[in-house]
């Protein structure tokens, strides 16, 4: 058996070393850096070859790649780097890097012609100036060789411990048995369809009730599947960090029933990783950047000694070796079975699981966990705002280098918003002016970090980086996205007008489709995928993808569902309705005392609701929840969820509280759910709702309804968790007595009016 790895992933290993240092220049974007090796190779002779294939062995190991390009009249093959900023400032470890996979290719293309000696050149090719910088070296093949062996050597003991390492992993799982005596009702359905996904290659959208083990229904049945259809990585993906604890906490349980040889890693965000904020990612700075790679690759290794790297795990091992988490986490990716993270590491535009998995050619499966949250997720991952206020003032704040651009931006904002009489407004077309000066903007604050690192003010540097995302999404703009100007209020300011800038993507499905494309396979599971043709639509599914609606446990006779039929939560009927809902809240809490959770469209609303209620039934325990809840608060508000408890919580529906919750039993027996839901009518959503028509002819019900009522069901599906339960659910409008929202609501409800 040999161990295949790429020559990038191989140097990474091997020649890494020094400080952990960011110092030296953002990243190119993507488009960038195709555009610019485009750029490099244009210019070479008739006889250049591009992207040569190369691929070579030494003992147990296959290195394969990609040489950026080979001159045969030359004989020089170069590794082309894209940058920006001042070349001289880039680290040496960098540098060393850089060199090592140029000698690794030199080897293998020798091998590969048998040449005797070979031009070696690091062509560093700024996207700013246009102009290569060439750095040569000539070696003679012996010496290459000798280069590629050392590094191979170096790698080999670790290639040898994960080749072990994926034969017992493959061995255990084969043999793995499912945890418990039997499956739920429901759940081995799941889990057969998730199987036969994998197996097949295709993507299957799996609705399923809440309440019969989804988690475990979707991870189980993908482990199993890893050996036969030879799977490098499984990715949980998930939207909330309770959908994360959920995996974790299945996965451990396969853990303990036989999968102890699968290796699990939770990635968390940077802000929440990292110890020491208040410094810079750089050796001069932070002491867990400093000799970050020579302490790596002990602690790498003591970091797979254990089964689960959560988040509090991998930090330990982290300050136990000196080490940064979060990079110690990104450096774990590459070696856990299971990853488990938000759905950003897969699908955003700089996703680091998606990187990884088209560098090393893995082949991986992707659950898509509570995947009707994916459709907005995605929206805002392909979307960019600027707001002019936060550019206003940062003249005083910012480097005289920098006042150009500052001022040009605001001419270009100026002119951009000048006729414009409305608040709102949808543009025809992309303002190059000003993108072109927060271009030049991004270039000149580029420059001077690469003179002074740690000297910019952080609203300066928080503008730079606002200013790059949306530079890159206009790079990505198209019909899928639409442009638009919405006049501000200037606080303080004299001076005329004031707007926000926003590129706003309407439909993702144009970026995730190549994302699913790439896995071998895909499940987006939840309890609210209906109707189908919607999310396939919207999130890019391809049209041999698989459905599943997944038979319920539950009994229509454990849940009364009521519907307020006399009453409208419209906008204009909120005032007329506060008092009905009060008496509607308090006849059905009087005739069955216990927990129950109130769903309302707005914290306005439902704080009317509230006074009315404090001041009608006094005597009847309620709680609310409030803008901005910090995690404690939102902890304290579930813990008046008692078993045998009493009272009413007040919450927004789609908010923290109407999802993602589990309180079965007593802890919870009934809700009211008083608005359909619906998105407020706006000039952006009606934007949308112009754009989703245009392009599906279902405008109205693709933005406003099927939303809407997928909020209902989640939220109403707080109440029945378990074959068990027992409890009651009122829908307050008028409008669920509807055909056509009936239709939306699960099957196994029997709506009572």
């Not at 707005?602 to 209620?613: E, G, P, T």
Request: charged share 20%.
């Amino acid at each position: 058996m040999n161990y295949q790895i790429a020559v990038r992933a191989l140097c990474e290993f091997t020649a890494k070393q020094g400080d952990l240092d960011l110092r030296f220049t953002p990243s190119p974007t993507a488009l960038e850096g195709i555009a610019g090796h485009a750029q490099v190779t244009a210019r070479r002779g008739a006889g250049y070859e591009r992207e040569v294939a190369l691929e070579g062995t030494f003992s147990a190991l296959t290195v394969r790649g990609r040489a950026d390009g080979y001159d045969p009249q030359r004989n020089r093959l170069e590794e082309i780097k894209i940058f920006r900023g001042d070349l001289s400032r880039q680290p040496a470890n960098h540098r060393l890097l850089h060199w090592a996979q140029a000698k690794v290719y030199g080897w293998l293309l020798c091998q590969t012609r048998g040449l005797a000696e070979i031009e070696l050149a690091l062509v560093y090719f700024d996207v700013l100036s246009q102009k290569e910088t060439l750095l040569i070296e000539r070696h003679r093949a012996d010496e290459l060789r000798q280069f590629f062996e050392a590094q191979c050597t170096r790698f080999l003991a670790w290639a040898e411990q994960e080749m072990s390492h994926r034969a017992q992993r493959d061995l255990a799982l084969h043999a793995l048995k499912f945890p418990y005596g039997e499956f739920r009702h429901g759940q081995r359905q799941l889990a057969e369809a998730t199987y036969k996904a994998a197996c097949t290659g295709t993507v299957l959208m799996a609705q399923a009730p809440t309440g019969i083990g989804k988690t475990l229904g979707t991870l189980f049945p993908l482990l199993k599947a890893m050996p036969g259809q030879q799977l490098d990585k499984l990715f949980f993906l998930a939207a909330k960090t309770s959908g994360r604890r959920l995996a974790l906490d299945a996965l451990q349980t396969l853990q303990r029933s036989g999968a102890d040889q699968v290796r699990v890693l939770e990635l968390i965000a940077r802000d929440k990783a990292c110890e020491h904020p208040d410094k810079a990612c750089h050796g001069e700075s932070c002491p867990l950047a400093r000799g970050f790679y020579d302490r790596l690759p002990a602690a790498r290794q003591a970091a797979l000694a254990h089964p689960q790297l959560d988040q509090a795990t991998l930090r330990e091992v982290a300050l136990t070796h000196d080490v940064c988490p979060y990079y110690l986490s990104q450096e774990m990716a590459r070696w856990a079975d299971v990853v488990i993270g938000d759905y950003n590491y897969y699908f955003d535009v700089s996703a680091l699981l998606h990187g990884l998995t088209l560098t090393n050619q893995w082949r991986v499966c992707v659950l898509v966990d509570e995947a009707h949250n994916l459709l907005e997720r995605a929206r805002s991952m392909y979307s960019a705002e600027l707001d002019q206020r936060d550019f206003k003032g940062l003249r005083a704040k910012a480097p005289a280098q920098l006042h150009k651009s500052l001022s040009r931006i605001q001419r270009c904002w100026n002119e951009l918003h000048r006729d414009q009489a409305g608040e709102y407004r949808v543009l025809a077309e992309l303002p190059q002016a000003l993108i072109g000066a927060l271009q030049q903007l991004v270039s000149a604050v580029t420059d001077y970090l690469g003179e002074n690192p740690t000297g910019v003010d952080a609203a300066v540097l928080n503008a730079y980086f606002q200013a790059m995302h949306l530079c890159r999404m206009a790079e990505l703009f198209g019909e899928h996205s639409l442009v638009d100007c919405t006049l501000l209020p200037s606080a303080g300011s004299a001076r005329g007008k004031v707007s926000r800038l926003c590129l706003r993507n309407v439909i993702p499905a144009p970026f995730l489709a190549p994302r699913l494309a790439q896995a071998r396979s895909c499940v987006l599971f939840s309890a609210t995928l209906s109707p189908r043709r919607f999310y396939a639509d919207t999130l890019g599914l391809p049209s041999a993808s698989a459905w599943i609606d997944v038979d319920s446990p539950f009994r229509g006779e454990q849940l009364q569902v009521q519907l307020a039929r006399h009453i409208s939560t419209r906008y204009q009927d909120r005032e007329r309705s506060l008092a009905p809902i009060v008496a509607l809240l308090a006849d059905q809490y009087r005739r069955r005392q216990g927990n129950y959770l109130a769903f309302f469209s707005s914290f306005d609303y439902l704080q009317q609701v509230a006074a009315l209620f404090a001041e009608c039934h006094p005597d009847v325990p309620f709680w609310q929840q409030t803008r901005g809840m910090q995690e404690s608060a939102r902890e304290a508000f579930l813990a008046r969820f008692e078993s045998d408890g009493r009272g009413i919580g007040f919450a927004v529906l789609g908010g923290a509280f109407a999802e993602g919750i589990d309180l079965p039993g007593n802890r919870l027996i009934g809700a009211f759910v008083a608005t359909l839901g619906l998105p407020q009518v706006n000039p952006v959503n009606e934007q949308l709702r112009a754009r989703m028509e245009a392009v599906f002819g279902s405008g109205y019900d693709y933005t406003y309804l099927y939303p809407g009522l997928q909020k209902v069901v989640q939220a109403a599906g707080r109440v029945i968790r378990t074959t068990q339960d027992e409890g009651v659910i009122h829908l307050i409008d008028d409008r669920f007595a509807r055909a056509q929202v009936r239709r939306l609501l699960p099957s196994w409800w029997e709506v009572r009016s």
